[in-house]
């Protein structure tokens, strides 16, 4: 069944770390050209009308509640997922605009999540990891092929991925899209202040670096800029106008401070791959005094894996429980801090809140306070910062 566009372009991005940096990206590219843009990303941290933007703006809540009705009605006895629902009300209300842009963030997987329902002119494939196994696969390779189920015969695909996957490669040559592959058809490279973009006829120089921290954002740029470049001829974009975008553009939850003497960092960092990646910012940024670890996970995620990917950078834990039946009890993450010979001094508490308050008391105003593992742990703290 053919379903009406959504706008003039769509973007829908999958992977395992780096979607919402991605389209955050994109979303604020187009915006600074000038053009109307909408966007649906998933989860939120502390209000579900984040997860559907209209020009840069949260929707509002008449506009999602009409949407929810609509969905209702049309649904009659077809049952449907939260997801699925909430796909369908952002479909609706992102149709209603006429948008030149649309970016659409898969929720889980690729070839049979909700978004996929919707053909993508541009296929974005970010960062690939080992993450809810139990739905795509044990290893990189069966993840990717699922990731790479957004392709399109003849259609523009592009991975971010510094090492795909050859499943990948291998879904969009089976599909027949037309891929390109981080270093090889493009790069987006760092060299002091200084950037540059080559790929899909442009070389830009002279960008600036990312307002988000940490080198693996260069990768994500790199992927959004492709996708930029590639709808040149249909949405033209101005060096100026990226350059604009690139500087002032940030992301809830990704190596977010918000607080100083300590310093609060929020992540939502929650897989090897994004963990590995937080450590490599912690090192890449670091403090005079010491990291204070706020965690609480869930329990299908690979715990061992992504506390040791950060164990070094740790001085002290605070584990927190969070709520069943997902969440991990803060038990188990000591066990596993044990498991693999960690000798920093670990609390234990019942929730976020209390081993956060815990570790700012003990921290000092040289240390830091490091909030990560779940957007539900830390959409706990931003709901109370407020």
Same mark, same amino acid.
């Given at each position: 069944?053919?379903?009406? @566009?959504?706008?003039? &372009? ?16 994109? #979303?604020?590219?187009?915006?600074? /050209? ?65 948008? $030149? ?19 993508? $002119? ?6 690939? $990891? ?26 523009? &695909? ?38 540059? !973009? ?36 249909? *949405? @033209?974009?101005?060096? /100026? ?13 990704? !190596? ?5 003497? @300590? ?10 791959? &994004?963990?590995? &990646? ?13 990291? *204070? ?18 164990? #070094?950078?740790? $001085? ?68 109370? *910062?407020?």
């Amino acid at each position: 069944m053919a379903l009406r @566009p959504i706008a003039s &372009a769509t973007i829908i991005v999958a992977g395992t770390n780096g979607k919402g940096s991605v389209v955050a990206l994109l #979303e604020a590219i187009y915006l600074a /050209a000038g053009y109307s843009v909408g966007s649906y990303t998933s989860p939120h941290l502390v209000r579900y009308n984040e997860r559907v933007h209209l020009n840069g703006e949260e929707v509002l809540d008449q506009d999602l509640c009409h949407a929810f009705e609509a969905v209702e009605a049309a649904r009659e006895q077809t049952a449907l997922t939260y997801f699925e629902f909430g796909t369908l009300a952002a479909a609706y209300i992102l149709q209603s605009q006429k948008l $030149d842009v649309a970016i659409l963030e898969v929720g889980l997987g690729g070839r049979l999540d909700a978004v996929n329902l919707f053909d993508a $002119d541009i296929a974005i494939v970010t960062g690939i $990891d080992v993450d809810h196994s139990d739905w795509l696969g044990k290893d990189r390779e069966s993840i990717g092929y699922e990731k790479a189920g957004i392709f399109r015969t003849g259609k523009t &695909a592009i991975c971010g991925d510094a090492k795909p996957p050859s499943s990948v490669i291998d879904r969009a040559t089976e599909v027949g899209a037309e891929l390109s592959l981080q270093g090889r058809d493009f790069s987006f490279q760092c060299r002091q202040h200084d950037c540059q !973009f080559d790929g899909a006829g442009l070389s830009w120089a002279g960008l600036p670096p990312p307002a988000l921290t940490g080198q693996h954002q260069q990768l994500n740029l790199g992927t959004a800029l492709m996708a930029v470049g590639s709808l040149q001829a249909s *949405l @033209p974009v101005t060096r /100026a106008q990226a350059a604009k975008a690139i500087a002032m553009t940030t992301v809830a939850g990704r !190596f977010q401070r918000v607080h100083s003497q @300590p310093e609060v960092v929020l992540d939502v960092a929650h897989n090897p791959q &994004a963990i590995s &990646a937080l450590a490599r910012t912690c090192f890449e940024t670091p403090v005079t005094g010491n990291t *204070l670890a706020v965690v609480g996970m869930m329990q299908d995620k690979a715990i061992e894996d992504a506390l040791a990917a950060l164990a #070094e950078s740790i $001085d002290h834990w605070y584990l927190a429980s969070l709520p069943p039946p997902r969440g991990a009890d803060a038990a188990v993450l000591k066990n596993t801090l044990e498991h693999i010979g960690i000798k920093k001094p670990v609390g234990e508490f019942t929730d976020v809140s209390s081993a956060y308050h815990a570790a700012l008391s003990d921290a000092q105003p040289q240390d830091r306070v490091l909030v990560f593992g779940s957007f539900v742990t830390v959409g706990a703290i931003m709901h109370e *910062l407020g």
